[in-house]
């Protein structure tokens, strides 16, 4: 007699139990789970972007049911795919026409979003869900940056000074802009103008009183992040721009 059999006979309720127990393990230990990133995606308007997510280990979800969706909106849905098919009736209206994910990557598990010409208004926390897998948050940052622009917005001939006028529009956020000497150091510099458009784009102005004798050069940087717009003023008031982006 097999002493293992005749033990599972008596406690069948117990080996039963144990069975189903080192099986529930296994299962669990190779079902897929959902992984967004680590940190925050940046974008810039106007490009398209992957927002990522995906199983590991990788399964094929073309017949599954796959929502990306932004809990702050109403109605929350950015993407939506039900049972293998695109379901986009109460698709967000600013995102109509360009959200998109691929067949061919859905079938390695890969459940990332493109969104295509991003807008301010994109930015945000997404949720990227699979019923039965679970749940990724991912965060998308939005930014706009542009070159400033140089002018000469006055011109004092008796003083021999020149009021120059830095611009740089379409920023997000809010830029800070200043004037630097040609070594850095800060210049005196009037008061920033800026102003937020219907688009929620920034456009600032500042101001600087330039002056110079005639054997005097003098390069005043203007800096924005990122950029810098230099400028080389020469007797009488030649006006040369370098842009450094």
Same mark, same amino acid.
């Given at each position: 007699m097999n002493l293992n059999t005749s033990r599972c006979d008596v406690?069948?309720?117990?080996?039963?139990?144990?069975?189903?127990?080192?099986?529930?393990?296994h299962e669990s230990g190779s079902q897929s789970q959902i992984v967004g990133?680590?940190?925050?995606?940046?974008?810039?308007?106007? !490009?398209?972007?992957?927002?990522?997510?995906?199983?590991?280990?990788? @399964?094929?979800? =073309?017949?599954?049911?796959?929502?990306?969706?932004?809990?702050d909106l109403n109605p929350r849905?950015?993407?939506?795919?039900?049972d293998g098919v695109e379901l986009l009736i109460n698709q967000y209206p600013s995102y109509v026409g360009r959200t998109s994910l691929s067949t061919d990557k859905l079938k390695h598990g890969d459940i990332s979003l493109k969104l295509s010409k991003v807008k301010l208004?994109? !930015?945000?926390?997404y949720r990227c869900h699979i019923p039965s897998k679970g @749940?990724?948050? =991912?965060?998308?940052?939005?930014?706009a940056i542009s070159s400033p622009v140089v002018v000469i917005a006055e011109i004092d001939q008796p003083v021999r000074a020149v009021v120059l006028e830095c611009e740089s529009k379409g920023w997000y956020p809010e830029p800070e802009v200043l004037w630097l000497d040609g070594e850095g150091n800060l210049l005196s510099a009037g008061p920033t103008e800026t102003v937020r458009g219907p688009d929620d784009l920034y456009t600032v102005n500042v101001l600087m009183l330039g002056s110079h004798l005639m054997n005097e050069e003098i390069l005043p940087v203007c800096t924005v992040p990122a950029c810098s717009c230099s400028v080389l003023l020469l007797p009488p008031f030649l006006f040369y721009v370098s842009i450094t982006c």
């Open positions: 406690l069948s309720g117990r080996c039963f139990f144990l069975v189903k127990l080192q099986r529930k393990i990133p680590s940190k925050p995606i940046l974008a810039m308007v106007g !490009e398209d972007i992957i927002l990522p997510c995906r199983l590991e280990p990788a @399964t094929d979800v =073309v017949a599954m049911t796959l929502e990306w969706a932004r809990p849905f950015v993407h939506l795919r039900r208004s994109d !930015e945000g926390t @749940t990724a948050m =991912v965060e998308l940052v939005v930014g």
